[in-house]
């Protein structure tokens, strides 16, 4: 199989691995005691996925304070972070509805001051923005990490890991500059060779 095929076809799998997930939350389980200590079966529905499928369906183990802003209802971003030892994928949540998110006995005094701004300073960012910065962030992390794991087992014969990693940043730096459509199709992979 042509090298360029190859990496074609990584990078699409690659991509379905970094897509964040839009879910909501469906069931907040009972506090558990378990082997790596208490915790709480949470289900998210994924969005994307037909209403009631199987495949809608993410499980998650999660500690009682990673629940804590957690409610049935919410909606949230699960954002691919690696897998576990058994090859399941770990997922960073980023909430997205703070509608739903605090407590019903929250008061006025939990809520952290304003940060003051100078009256020349731009405009902060909204929390949308914040949101889908901080997922663009996890997606290059994890673009990075796939590029560099890829060189590392493509050219494991350079003894310094620093050629690794420059290698690795400049193939991770050819990907961005790719038009999405004609870098990831095994057929236009193809079509450049001829």
């Not at 839009?22 to 994307?48: H, I, M, N, T, W």
């Not at 802003?69 to 770990?90: C, F, H, T, Y």
């Not at 960012?125 to 794991?149: G, I, P």
């Amino acid at each position: 199989m042509p090298l360029l095929v190859h990496l074609n076809q990584e990078l699409l799998a690659m991509a379905k691995v970094v897509s964040p997930i839009s879910a909501k939350v469906e069931v907040v389980g009972k506090l558990k005691d378990g082997d790596y200590g208490p915790y709480r079966s949470v289900l998210f529905l994924d969005q994307s996925q037909p209403e009631g499928s199987e495949a809608a369906k993410i499980w998650k183990s999660l500690s009682d304070e990673e629940t804590k802003p957690l409610r049935k209802g919410v909606i949230v971003q699960l954002i691919p972070a690696g897998s576990d030892k058994n090859g399941n994928v770990k997922h960073n949540i980023v909430l997205l509805d703070t509608q739903n998110t605090s407590p019903p006995t929250a008061s006025a005094s939990t809520t952290p001051p304003a940060i003051p701004q100078r009256p020349d300073a731009p405009p902060l960012w909204t929390d949308d923005q914040k949101r889908q910065l901080s997922a663009a962030v996890c997606d290059h992390a994890d673009l990075f990490r796939f590029c560099l794991e890829t060189v590392k087992g493509k050219i494991n014969d350079l003894a310094d890991h620093r050629d690794h990693r420059a290698i690795a940043t400049t193939v991770y730096l050819q990907v961005l500059r790719q038009e999405p459509t004609a870098a990831i199709t095994p057929e236009n992979a193809l079509k450049s060779q001829e």
